[in-house]
């Protein structure tokens, strides 16, 4: 099972999104401790989350993705309140087609139950190695560029020779899901650390760490299907998250601008299961 603020960075939703939810029952925690008042969140539950999030999307009411998942997904409940919202996007003129391309889409999605990539998991360590990093807070996951521009632009002024394996990643540090004022560290391997830190820009060692790791090929928009599959094989295999996850970007778009070439290995840090819950 998982802490509120790791359930909440796998779904990629708020705490405070989560505690309403669980308040109008939309989505109750799986296991709440009696004696701490923790909540504890099932992989199960991603798929449900997923799916809110989704209808949330194409605009429907909590009242009424409370309804559709209260009937158990009924065909006929979904197309009746999609059909609803088709004629109310037929008002909003310039929105129409973001919002019909999302029904369709969401419509899909429903009626296969979240049907999953084949996307293959398998525990790995990442070695101790020195780095060169900068950590900040940046506007959005989609700024992150910001923070490569200022690496690159300290380092290479300096001649820094890189690893054999570069390792170029990029952490994601918050506790729980934000969707602004994110806070983000982008690092790559170097052969050693013997360089000035100035600028916001640090060398340092990077302690060795197992993860959980997945090969995604193609757009960042799988990582909602990847933590799914994550949190189920976490279940299964008796870990526990141990860390920020993070990304390593073997192709990007800093070398790669089509999309469906780049090679992400997204790392979950990991540690076997507590069962003192």
């Given at each position: 099972?998982?802490?509120?603020?790791?359930?909440?960075?796998?779904?990629?939703?708020?705490?405070?999104?989560?505690?309403?939810?669980?308040?109008?029952?939309?989505?109750?925690?799986?296991?709440?401790?009696?004696?701490?008042?923790?909540?504890?969140?099932?992989?199960?539950?991603?798929?449900?989350?997923n799916?809110?999030?989704?209808?949330?999307?194409?605009?429907?009411?909590?009242?009424?993705?409370?309804?559709?998942?209260?009937?158990?997904?009924?065909?006929?409940t979904?197309?009746?309140?999609?059909?609803?919202?088709?004629l109310?996007?037929?008002e909003?003129?310039?929105?129409?087609?973001?919002?019909?391309?999302?029904?369709?889409?969401s419509?899909?999605?429903?009626?296969?139950?979240?049907?999953?990539?084949n996307?293959?998991?398998?525990?790995?360590?990442?070695?101790?190695?020195?780095?060169?990093?900068?950590?900040?807070?940046?506007?959005?996951?989609?700024?992150?560029?910001?923070?490569?521009?200022?690496?690159?632009?300290?380092?290479?002024?300096?001649?820094?020779?890189?690893?054999?394996?570069?390792?170029?990643?990029?952490?994601f540090?918050?506790?729980?899901?934000?969707?602004a004022?994110?806070?983000?560290?982008?690092?790559?391997?170097?052969?050693?650390?013997?360089?000035?830190s100035?600028?916001?820009?640090?060398?340092?060692?990077?302690?060795?760490?197992?993860?959980?790791?997945?090969?995604?090929?193609g757009?960042?928009?799988?990582?909602?299907?990847?933590?799914?599959?994550?949190?189920?094989?976490?279940?299964?295999?008796?870990?526990?998250?141990?860390?920020?996850?993070?990304?390593?970007?073997?192709?990007?778009?800093?070398?790669?601008?089509?999309?469906?070439?780049?090679?992400?290995?997204?790392?979950?840090?990991i540690?076997?299961?507590?069962?003192?819950?």
């Amino acid at each position: 099972m998982f802490q509120i603020g790791e359930f909440s960075k796998l779904a990629n939703v708020s705490i405070r999104s989560l505690r309403h939810y669980d308040k109008i029952g939309l989505l109750i925690p799986e296991k709440i401790n009696a004696e701490t008042n923790y909540r504890y969140y099932s992989a199960k539950q991603l798929q449900t989350i997923n799916k809110i999030q989704k209808l949330k999307e194409i605009g429907l009411s909590l009242s009424v993705i409370n309804e559709i998942l209260t009937s158990g997904s009924d065909a006929k409940t979904i197309q009746s309140h999609f059909a609803i919202r088709e004629l109310e996007l037929q008002e909003e003129l310039e929105t129409i087609k973001q919002q019909s391309l999302l029904l369709e889409s969401s419509l899909a999605v429903l009626k296969e139950d979240s049907a999953k990539w084949n996307y293959h998991i398998i525990k790995k360590e990442i070695p101790e190695r020195f780095v060169a990093s900068i950590r900040d807070t940046i506007p959005a996951f989609a700024s992150e560029g910001l923070l490569w521009e200022r690496l690159y632009a300290e380092i290479i002024p300096q001649q820094v020779h890189f690893a054999k394996e570069p390792y170029s990643m990029a952490i994601f540090h918050d506790e729980a899901y934000r969707e602004a004022d994110v806070d983000v560290e982008v690092q790559v391997a170097i052969k050693t650390a013997d360089y000035e830190s100035r600028n916001g820009i640090f060398f340092k060692e990077a302690s060795a760490v197992t993860v959980a790791s997945v090969i995604i090929n193609g757009s960042y928009e799988q990582i909602t299907a990847v933590t799914e599959t994550v949190a189920i094989w976490l279940e299964n295999h008796n870990y526990q998250l141990s860390g920020p996850m993070f990304n390593i970007y073997h192709v990007s778009i800093a070398t790669e601008p089509n999309q469906e070439n780049w090679v992400t290995e997204a790392c979950f840090p990991i540690k076997e299961e507590n069962h003192e819950i």
